[in-house]
C-alpha cells in the first residue's frame, strides 16, 4: 500500500489492503439505495449484514447496492428521475453519457436492492420477459419507479483497497415499495432488519456508512441538502458538495 489509511475516511478492518507496487483500480459505478420507513416513532432504515466470505467488507453492515450492470442502461422503468435528481447525477460523471450513466445509476440502486432484500421499488405492471440481470426483477409484475429516488451523497472507495467503486447514495421512502414482505427466493445479505438511527451507528459500519447514515439524518430534516462527495485526493479525504 502506497498511501496512508485516513480514519476519517474510513478505517483499516472497512476492507481488504492491495498489496504494495500493485496497480491502482479504476474505480466502477455503483449505486446504493437507503430505504427510509417512518411509520413508526423513529425512522428507520433497512439494512443487512454481508456474508463472511464476501471479498470485500465482509461480515459489515451496509445499505443494499452494487455496482452498474450493462443491463442497467435499457432496463424499462415507470418514471424517470427527478429533473434535479437527474441534473445533480452528471456532474464529474466520469462517463461519455452522463445522463444515460444517471438513469443507470438509478435503475442499479433498485435492481440490486431487489436482489440483496426481495423488496419491489416498482409500480405494478404486466410480467414481461427480459433477459440478464433485470429477468427477476420483471418477471414479479412490476416495473422499477425511479421519481421516488433522492440523490443523498457520492463516494469514491480510497485507492489503497483491493476493489474501488464510485458509488451514488439514493434514498427514497418505504411507501414506494409495492410490500414490505420480501419476494421469495431473493436476499443475497445473510441478515435484514430494519433499524433506527441510535441502532444503525451501534452496528459494524464502514465509515463511509456511518457517514451516511449521520448525513440521512440530517437530511429528513432539510430535503434541500446538498450532497456531499466524498474521495480521497492528495494523499488525503477530500470532501466537497453537490
Known sequence: ?????????????????????????????????????????????????????????????????????????????????????????????????????????GLAAIRETFEETGLLLARPAPSRPAAGAWRPFLAQGALPDLAPLAFVARAIT?????????????????????????????????????VDFDEAMALDLPNITRFVVAEIGQRLKDAGRPAPFMRFLNGGRNLTYV
Not at 43 to 62: C, E, I, N, S, T
Not at 160 to 177: G, K
Open 1 to 105: 500500500m502506497d498511501e496512508p489509511i485516513d480514519a476519517k475516511f474510513d478505517t483499516i478492518n472497512d476492507a481488504a489492503v492491495r498489496e504494495p507496487g500493485t496497480g491502482v483500480l479504476r474505480p466502477r459505478h455503483a449505486a446504493t439505495l437507503i430505504i427510509v420507513r417512518t411509520d413508526a416513532a423513529k425512522p428507520r432504515l433497512l439494512m443487512g449484514r454481508r456474508a463472511g466470505g464476501h471479498a470485500f467488507m465482509p461480515d459489515k453492515w451496509v445499505f443494499p447496492g452494487g455496482r452498474v450492470d450493462r443491463g442497467d442502461y435499457r432496463a424499462p422503468s415507470a418514471s424517470e428521475l427527478a429533473p434535479e435528481v437527474a441534473a445533480r447525477l452528471t456532474h464529474e460523471p466520469r462517463h461519455p453519457s452522463p445522463v444515460a450513466l444517471a438513469r443507470a445509476l
Open 158 to 194: 480510497p485507492p489503497y483497497r483491493t476493489r474501488r467503486f464510485d458509488a451514488r447514495f439514493f434514498m427514497a421512502s418505504a411507501e414506494a415499495l409495492i410490500s414490505l414482505d420480501r419476494q421469495p427466493d431473493c436476499g443475497e445479505l445473510d441478515e435484514i432488519a430494519w
